[in-house]
């Protein structure tokens, strides 16, 4: 880590962003916030293009002017520069494990949900109502795996403290709730949610608490 | 490592089994092959959903019986358990690199093109053509945003040999041949694939050289 505060280049509501703001808080990992106004799309400007060519937040740049960008990817290196409270088991087994529940998350949800699809299937022809009920049948899907892939008898997800796992349900967890999702069936999830709320990293990195919140 | 053989549950067609299989032949993992038939939606009977509540390929199970699931969870696990040859470098802003390439696939292309989501837009009315041309547009915004990510002056990816970002390629560009999308403005892309797929660890994950294929 260099002595220069890092740009982390966010959308207040982004859930990507969210969970790197959590995790960065967690570890005590200090940044400047560079909002990105995605309803402007200034995720497709040359010059936002120039710091991540995938057209999306968050990004960061590093003190010696190096950017790293996918949320994933930035919450590993977090884990191996500030390795202080760790959001990885040490176990290779159980690291994947919670990886694997993280991963349901950053893969099998997120992805199909994000606002370039709903942007596209209006284009396509199809309604705001259509587009919520993408929304919401991939998100009980997940859920529903994901809850089947953590512990049932811990206080967060896998164990006493939260870990990758967790920053990356909360942030889907208020998308879920942004858009309307049922969520009677998963007082596990909801419940580990309130625990992580009441933590400050957590409640620091919510979308609400940022600055450029609308 | 047990000394009991490990199982894959994958198929052959299935990018993320691709990925798995690519890895493991890199390291002189040894694994026996379980083949589940997405085409007949074995990914969705209820033993199946035992091994994986994700109802998806792959998943692995260990020796002492843990089953490990999501490819991006396998492939660190594996990197971990079997260091050698690498597929991520030892520093952690190059890790974060090469992992930002592949979650590059991992994220923005490979999901939302996959099975359950064409699917579900033939079940919404649209296409065979319709899905296509879903598919060439994701692949090809994907594969400009990777290809500004990686070096563009090694034999690889990001080096000497392949790495994670290679690994989550191969099988996309596979995919991308499948579906017929135009690959002239990917020369890069294909030049690695071309010098990956004379690899034979990359040779024998193919799909066209699994027991399953039909």
Redesign the interface.
């Known amino acids: 880590m260099t002595g220069l505060t890092m740009q982390l280049y966010s959308h207040w509501r982004s859930t990507t962003s969210y969970r790197v703001r959590i995790a960065f808080n967690l570890k005590g990992i200090a940044f400047d916030t560079v909002p990105i106004d995605l309803g402007k799309g200034e995720q497709r400007v040359p010059t936002y293009l120039e710091v991540n060519?995938?057209?999306?937040v968050p990004a960061l740049r590093?003190g010696d002017g190096?950017i790293?960008?996918?949320s994933?990817?930035?919450l590993?290196?977090a884990e191996?520069?500030a390795p202080k409270p760790a959001i990885l088991p040490q176990d290779?087994?159980r690291?994947?494990?919670v990886?694997?529940a993280?991963?349901?998350i950053?893969?099998?949800v997120?992805?199909?949900n994000n606002l370039r699809?709903i942007g596209?299937l209006n284009r396509?022809g199809?309604s705001q109502e259509?587009g919520l009920a993408?929304m919401h049948?991939w998100m009980a899907i997940g859920f529903?795996?994901f809850a089947?892939?953590i512990r049932d008898d811990t206080p967060f997800c896998f164990g006493e403290s939260p870990s990758l796992a967790d920053i990356c349900l909360i942030p889907q967890l208020y998308n879920a709730h942004r858009w309307g999702v049922d969520l009677t069936a998963f007082a596990r999830l909801t419940d580990i949610e309130a625990r992580c709320l009441d933590l400050p990293a957590f409640a620091d990195a919510h979308p609400e608490n940022q600055a450029d919140a609308a």
Do not use: C, N, S, Y
């Open positions: 060519p995938g057209a999306g590093l190096t790293l960008t996918q994933m990817a930035i590993e290196w191996e520069v290779p087994e690291r994947a494990l990886r694997a993280a991963f349901g950053a893969t099998d997120h992805p199909v699809v596209k396509m199809h259509e993408w049948d529903h795996a089947r892939l």
